[in-house]
Protein backbone atom coordinates (compact mmCIF):
# COMPACT_ATOMS: atom_id res chain seq x y z
CA UNK A 1 0.00 0.00 0.00
CA UNK A 2 2.73 2.35 0.83
CA UNK A 3 4.52 1.69 -2.11
CA UNK A 4 1.27 2.20 -4.75
CA UNK A 5 0.99 5.09 -2.56
CA UNK A 6 4.17 6.57 -3.41
CA UNK A 7 4.28 5.34 -6.77
CA UNK A 8 1.00 7.57 -6.98
CA UNK A 9 2.57 10.66 -5.34
CA UNK A 10 5.82 10.44 -7.62
CA UNK A 11 3.44 10.30 -11.14
CA UNK A 12 1.51 13.11 -9.50
CA UNK A 13 5.01 15.17 -9.53
CA UNK A 14 5.66 13.69 -13.41
CA UNK A 15 2.01 15.04 -14.69
CA UNK A 16 2.39 18.80 -12.75
CA UNK A 17 6.21 18.77 -14.58
CA UNK A 18 4.04 17.48 -17.89
CA UNK A 19 1.54 20.49 -17.25
CA UNK A 20 4.39 22.74 -16.78
CA UNK A 21 6.28 22.59 -19.99
CA UNK A 22 2.74 21.97 -22.22
CA UNK A 23 3.56 24.66 -23.68
CA UNK A 24 6.91 23.34 -25.45
CA UNK A 25 5.35 20.78 -27.75
CA UNK A 26 3.14 24.06 -28.85
CA UNK A 27 6.45 26.13 -29.29
CA UNK A 28 8.75 23.44 -30.97
CA UNK A 29 5.61 22.96 -33.33
CA UNK A 30 5.61 26.71 -34.20
CA UNK A 31 8.77 26.57 -34.77
CA UNK A 32 9.23 24.36 -37.46
CA UNK A 33 6.45 26.33 -39.15
CA UNK A 34 8.61 29.34 -38.74
CA UNK A 35 11.80 27.69 -40.06
CA UNK A 36 9.16 26.25 -42.92
CA UNK A 37 10.83 22.81 -42.08
CA UNK A 38 8.01 20.95 -43.89
CA UNK A 39 8.06 23.32 -46.99
CA UNK A 40 12.21 22.61 -47.18
CA UNK A 41 11.36 18.67 -47.31
CA UNK A 42 8.32 18.54 -49.12
CA UNK A 43 10.17 20.56 -51.74
CA UNK A 44 12.94 18.00 -51.20
CA UNK A 45 10.60 15.49 -52.60
CA UNK A 46 11.53 13.24 -50.01
CA UNK A 47 13.22 12.86 -46.65
CA UNK A 48 16.65 14.82 -45.42
CA UNK A 49 19.43 15.60 -43.37
CA UNK A 50 19.44 17.71 -40.57
CA UNK A 51 22.62 19.64 -42.87
CA UNK A 52 20.15 19.61 -45.89
CA UNK A 53 17.45 20.81 -43.99
CA UNK A 54 19.24 23.73 -41.94
CA UNK A 55 20.95 24.85 -45.71
CA UNK A 56 17.37 25.57 -46.83
CA UNK A 57 16.08 27.36 -43.74
CA UNK A 58 15.60 31.43 -45.62
CA UNK A 59 17.87 34.03 -43.07
CA UNK A 60 19.48 31.57 -41.53
CA UNK A 61 23.28 33.34 -41.16
CA UNK A 62 24.52 31.76 -38.48
CA UNK A 63 22.86 28.08 -38.34
CA UNK A 64 22.99 26.11 -34.55
CA UNK A 65 22.24 22.83 -35.93
CA UNK A 66 22.79 21.05 -32.78
CA UNK A 67 19.98 23.74 -31.58
CA UNK A 68 17.73 22.05 -34.86
CA UNK A 69 19.08 18.66 -33.66
CA UNK A 70 17.01 19.23 -30.34
CA UNK A 71 13.66 20.68 -31.86
CA UNK A 72 13.90 17.54 -33.84
CA UNK A 73 14.19 15.43 -31.85
CA UNK A 74 11.14 16.72 -29.56
CA UNK A 75 8.75 16.54 -33.22
CA UNK A 76 9.47 13.43 -33.98
CA UNK A 77 8.67 12.12 -30.90
CA UNK A 78 5.15 13.60 -31.18
CA UNK A 79 5.09 12.01 -34.97
CA UNK A 80 5.26 15.49 -36.75
CA UNK A 81 8.38 14.15 -38.65
CA UNK A 82 9.71 10.50 -39.13
CA UNK A 83 13.35 9.45 -38.47
CA UNK A 84 14.76 6.82 -40.92
CA UNK A 85 18.76 6.42 -41.64
CA UNK A 86 20.19 4.14 -44.10
CA UNK A 87 23.40 3.23 -42.21
CA UNK A 88 23.13 2.44 -38.53
CA UNK A 89 24.31 5.54 -36.86
CA UNK A 90 27.39 4.11 -34.67
CA UNK A 91 28.73 3.87 -39.06
CA UNK A 92 28.37 7.19 -39.45
CA UNK A 93 24.97 7.04 -41.19
CA UNK A 94 23.26 10.76 -41.35
CA UNK A 95 19.59 10.47 -40.07
CA UNK A 96 16.83 11.61 -42.49
CA UNK A 97 14.04 13.32 -41.34
CA UNK A 98 10.94 12.82 -43.09
CA UNK A 99 6.77 14.06 -43.69
CA UNK A 100 3.89 13.08 -41.64
CA UNK A 101 0.25 13.31 -42.17
CA UNK A 102 0.58 15.87 -39.40
CA UNK A 103 3.80 17.54 -40.77
CA UNK A 104 1.51 18.11 -44.02
CA UNK A 105 -0.67 20.15 -42.20
CA UNK A 106 2.27 22.92 -41.20
CA UNK A 107 2.84 23.40 -45.43
CA UNK A 108 2.83 27.04 -45.85
CA UNK A 109 2.54 26.48 -49.90
CA UNK A 110 -0.24 24.67 -49.90
CA UNK A 111 -4.03 25.37 -50.30
CA UNK A 112 -4.96 22.86 -47.27
CA UNK A 113 -2.61 24.38 -44.64
CA UNK A 114 -2.58 25.09 -40.75
CA UNK A 115 0.53 27.28 -40.64
CA UNK A 116 -1.39 30.57 -40.48
CA UNK A 117 -3.76 29.37 -38.05
CA UNK A 118 -1.19 27.87 -35.97
CA UNK A 119 1.11 31.20 -36.03
CA UNK A 120 -1.73 33.05 -34.61
CA UNK A 121 -3.07 30.74 -32.10
CA UNK A 122 0.68 30.59 -30.97
CA UNK A 123 1.70 34.31 -31.34
CA UNK A 124 2.45 36.24 -28.42
CA UNK A 125 -0.54 38.69 -28.57
CA UNK A 126 -2.99 35.62 -28.87
CA UNK A 127 -1.78 33.97 -25.85
CA UNK A 128 -1.33 37.15 -23.75
CA UNK A 129 -4.66 36.30 -23.13
CA UNK A 130 -4.46 32.81 -21.79
CA UNK A 131 -2.36 34.46 -18.84
CA UNK A 132 -5.55 36.53 -17.66
CA UNK A 133 -7.44 33.31 -17.02
CA UNK A 134 -6.57 34.08 -12.67
CA UNK A 135 -7.72 37.80 -12.98
CA UNK A 136 -11.33 36.77 -15.00
CA UNK A 137 -12.04 34.38 -12.27
CA UNK A 138 -11.79 36.92 -9.65
CA UNK A 139 -12.86 39.56 -11.60
CA UNK A 140 -15.00 38.44 -14.48
CA UNK A 141 -14.63 39.61 -17.77
CA UNK A 142 -12.62 38.83 -21.01
CA UNK A 143 -9.24 37.56 -20.73
CA UNK A 144 -8.43 39.26 -24.82
CA UNK A 145 -9.58 42.52 -22.92
CA UNK A 146 -7.40 42.35 -20.04
CA UNK A 147 -4.64 41.51 -21.87
CA UNK A 148 -4.87 44.08 -24.59
CA UNK A 149 -7.31 46.74 -23.56
CA UNK A 150 -9.83 46.18 -26.19
CA UNK A 151 -11.75 43.33 -27.70
CA UNK A 152 -10.84 41.12 -30.30
CA UNK A 153 -12.87 42.34 -33.20
CA UNK A 154 -11.32 46.14 -32.14
CA UNK A 155 -8.44 45.05 -31.38
CA UNK A 156 -7.07 44.57 -35.54
CA UNK A 157 -8.15 48.46 -36.39
CA UNK A 158 -5.40 49.65 -34.49
CA UNK A 159 -3.02 46.88 -34.67
CA UNK A 160 -2.11 45.77 -38.56
CA UNK A 161 -0.12 42.90 -37.13
CA UNK A 162 -2.81 41.15 -35.67
CA UNK A 163 -5.46 42.08 -38.06
CA UNK A 164 -3.54 40.69 -40.69
CA UNK A 165 -2.38 37.16 -38.46
CA UNK A 166 -6.00 37.12 -37.29
CA UNK A 167 -7.40 37.01 -41.11
CA UNK A 168 -4.61 34.93 -42.86
CA UNK A 169 -5.74 32.30 -39.39
CA UNK A 170 -9.32 32.62 -40.50
CA UNK A 171 -8.94 32.37 -44.03
CA UNK A 172 -6.89 28.93 -43.77
CA UNK A 173 -9.05 26.92 -41.88
CA UNK A 174 -12.08 28.37 -44.32
CA UNK A 175 -10.11 26.72 -46.95
CA UNK A 176 -9.85 23.40 -45.29
CA UNK A 177 -13.56 23.69 -44.94
CA UNK A 178 -14.67 25.07 -48.18
CA UNK A 179 -14.85 22.03 -50.58
CA UNK A 180 -17.56 20.44 -47.91
CA UNK A 181 -19.73 23.24 -48.07
CA UNK A 182 -19.25 23.51 -51.91
CA UNK A 183 -20.04 19.50 -52.46
CA UNK A 184 -22.25 19.12 -50.09
CA UNK A 185 -24.79 22.24 -50.33
CA UNK A 186 -24.55 22.29 -54.18
CA UNK A 187 -28.39 21.79 -54.76
CA UNK A 188 -28.73 24.98 -52.27
CA UNK A 189 -26.61 27.35 -54.16
CA UNK A 190 -27.89 26.64 -57.13
CA UNK A 191 -30.65 28.63 -56.88
CA UNK A 192 -29.47 31.70 -54.87
CA UNK A 193 -28.43 34.77 -57.23
CA UNK A 194 -27.17 36.69 -54.28
CA UNK A 195 -25.45 35.34 -51.28
CA UNK A 196 -24.13 37.29 -48.48
CA UNK A 197 -20.99 36.03 -46.06
CA UNK A 198 -21.46 37.56 -42.71
CA UNK A 199 -18.32 38.13 -40.83
CA UNK A 200 -16.93 36.75 -44.01
CA UNK A 201 -13.48 38.03 -42.49
CA UNK A 202 -11.22 38.46 -46.19
CA UNK A 203 -14.03 36.57 -48.28
CA UNK A 204 -11.85 33.72 -49.05
CA UNK A 205 -14.83 31.04 -48.62
CA UNK A 206 -17.34 33.30 -50.29
CA UNK A 207 -14.77 33.39 -53.54
CA UNK A 208 -14.55 29.77 -53.38
CA UNK A 209 -18.53 29.56 -53.83
CA UNK A 210 -18.61 31.83 -56.52
CA UNK A 211 -16.01 30.35 -58.13
CA UNK A 212 -18.52 26.85 -58.56
CA UNK A 213 -21.61 29.20 -58.93
CA UNK A 214 -20.52 31.91 -61.01
CA UNK A 215 -24.09 33.20 -61.08
CA UNK A 216 -24.11 34.21 -57.98
CA UNK A 217 -23.61 37.78 -56.98
CA UNK A 218 -21.48 37.66 -53.70
CA UNK A 219 -21.23 40.09 -50.49
CA UNK A 220 -18.47 39.96 -48.55
CA UNK A 221 -19.33 41.51 -45.26
CA UNK A 222 -16.96 42.31 -42.22
CA UNK A 223 -16.04 44.96 -40.02
CA UNK A 224 -14.37 48.10 -42.38
CA UNK A 225 -10.57 47.31 -41.39
CA UNK A 226 -10.90 43.76 -42.11
CA UNK A 227 -12.20 44.21 -45.42
CA UNK A 228 -9.54 46.93 -46.50
CA UNK A 229 -7.26 44.88 -46.69
CA UNK A 230 -9.15 41.69 -48.73
CA UNK A 231 -8.21 40.70 -51.96
CA UNK A 232 -10.39 41.37 -55.25
CA UNK A 233 -11.95 38.26 -56.48
CA UNK A 234 -14.01 37.96 -58.83
CA UNK A 235 -17.70 37.84 -58.52
CA UNK A 236 -17.81 39.28 -55.08
CA UNK A 237 -18.03 42.66 -53.48
CA UNK A 238 -16.39 44.06 -49.85
CA UNK A 239 -18.04 45.68 -47.99
CA UNK A 240 -17.64 47.18 -44.60
CA UNK A 241 -19.53 47.37 -41.65
CA UNK A 242 -21.09 46.44 -38.70
CA UNK A 243 -23.45 43.60 -38.62
CA UNK A 244 -25.27 44.46 -35.38
CA UNK A 245 -26.45 47.82 -37.11
CA UNK A 246 -27.53 46.24 -40.14
CA UNK A 247 -26.54 43.68 -43.06
CA UNK A 248 -26.45 43.90 -47.07
CA UNK A 249 -29.59 42.62 -48.85
CA UNK A 250 -28.92 39.46 -50.29
CA UNK A 251 -31.10 36.06 -51.31
CA UNK A 252 -29.29 34.15 -48.63
CA UNK A 253 -27.48 34.77 -45.62
CA UNK A 254 -24.16 32.50 -44.98
CA UNK A 255 -22.05 32.86 -41.52
CA UNK A 256 -19.53 30.77 -39.99
CA UNK A 257 -20.73 30.69 -36.27
CA UNK A 258 -17.69 29.01 -33.92
CA UNK A 259 -19.83 28.85 -30.96
CA UNK A 260 -23.10 29.92 -29.31
CA UNK A 261 -22.32 32.58 -26.91
CA UNK A 262 -19.14 33.63 -28.41
CA UNK A 263 -19.76 37.26 -27.52
CA UNK A 264 -20.85 36.59 -23.99
CA UNK A 265 -19.58 40.24 -22.33
CA UNK A 266 -23.28 40.92 -22.23
CA UNK A 267 -23.06 44.46 -24.27
CA UNK A 268 -23.01 42.53 -27.68
CA UNK A 269 -24.44 39.03 -29.08
CA UNK A 270 -25.27 36.96 -31.78
CA UNK A 271 -29.08 38.16 -32.31
CA UNK A 272 -29.52 36.53 -35.06
CA UNK A 273 -33.07 36.62 -35.41
CA UNK A 274 -33.11 40.48 -35.38
CA UNK A 275 -30.76 40.83 -38.20
CA UNK A 276 -31.86 37.91 -40.62
CA UNK A 277 -35.60 38.91 -40.18
CA UNK A 278 -34.53 41.54 -42.81
CA UNK A 279 -33.28 38.84 -45.02
CA UNK A 280 -35.33 36.51 -47.51
CA UNK A 281 -33.31 33.18 -47.50
CA UNK A 282 -34.61 30.89 -50.07
CA UNK A 283 -32.95 27.72 -48.57
CA UNK A 284 -32.15 26.34 -45.76
CA UNK A 285 -29.09 24.68 -44.08
CA UNK A 286 -28.96 23.70 -40.50
CA UNK A 287 -25.26 23.59 -38.76
CA UNK A 288 -26.17 20.55 -35.63
CA UNK A 289 -25.47 23.72 -33.36
CA UNK A 290 -28.80 25.64 -34.74
CA UNK A 291 -30.98 22.72 -35.22
CA UNK A 292 -33.23 24.21 -32.39
CA UNK A 293 -33.38 27.81 -33.97
CA UNK A 294 -36.05 28.56 -36.60
CA UNK A 295 -34.09 31.15 -38.38
CA UNK A 296 -33.90 30.40 -42.18
CA UNK A 297 -30.31 31.22 -42.57
CA UNK A 298 -27.05 29.39 -44.39
CA UNK A 299 -24.78 28.06 -40.92
CA UNK A 300 -21.51 26.72 -41.31
C1 LIG B 1 -14.36 33.79 -36.33
S1 LIG B 1 -14.10 34.98 -37.60
C2 LIG B 1 -14.73 34.08 -38.99
C3 LIG B 1 -14.22 34.61 -40.31
C4 LIG B 1 -14.73 33.81 -41.53
N1 LIG B 1 -16.16 33.76 -41.60
C5 LIG B 1 -14.19 32.39 -41.52
O1 LIG B 1 -14.95 31.49 -41.29
O2 LIG B 1 -13.00 32.20 -41.70
C6 LIG B 1 -15.43 36.11 -37.27
C7 LIG B 1 -15.48 37.29 -38.21
O3 LIG B 1 -16.54 38.15 -37.80
C8 LIG B 1 -16.12 39.49 -37.96
N2 LIG B 1 -16.92 40.37 -37.08
C9 LIG B 1 -16.85 40.45 -35.73
N3 LIG B 1 -17.71 41.37 -35.29
C10 LIG B 1 -18.34 41.87 -36.39
C11 LIG B 1 -19.34 42.86 -36.57
N4 LIG B 1 -19.86 43.51 -35.53
N5 LIG B 1 -19.74 43.13 -37.82
C12 LIG B 1 -19.22 42.48 -38.89
N6 LIG B 1 -18.28 41.52 -38.78
C13 LIG B 1 -17.84 41.22 -37.53
C14 LIG B 1 -14.66 39.46 -37.60
O4 LIG B 1 -13.94 40.58 -38.11
C15 LIG B 1 -14.22 38.13 -38.21
O5 LIG B 1 -13.73 38.28 -39.51
Given at each position: ??????????????????????????????????????????????????????????????????????????????????????????????????????????????K???????????????????????????????????????????????????????ND?MAC?AN??VN?IV??????F??V?SLVDVGGGTGSVLAEIVKSYPHIKGINFD???VVATAPIYDGITHIG???????P?A???F??????????????????????????????????????????????
Amino acid sequence: MEAKEAEAELQGQADIWKYMLGFADSMAVKCAVELRIADIINMNGGPMTLSQIIAGIPDAHSPDISYLTRIMRLLVRRKIFTTQSHHHPSEGGDTLYGLTHSSRWLLHDSKMTLAPMLLMEDHPLLMAPWHCFSQCVKEGGIAFKKAHGREVWDFGSVNPEFNKLFNDGMACTANIVVNTIVSEYKDGFGSVGSLVDVGGGTGSVLAEIVKSYPHIKGINFDLPHVVATAPIYDGITHIGGDMFEAVPNADAVFMKVAKKGLNSSGRKYWKKEAFLATISSKFQLYHPLLRHTQSDMVMM
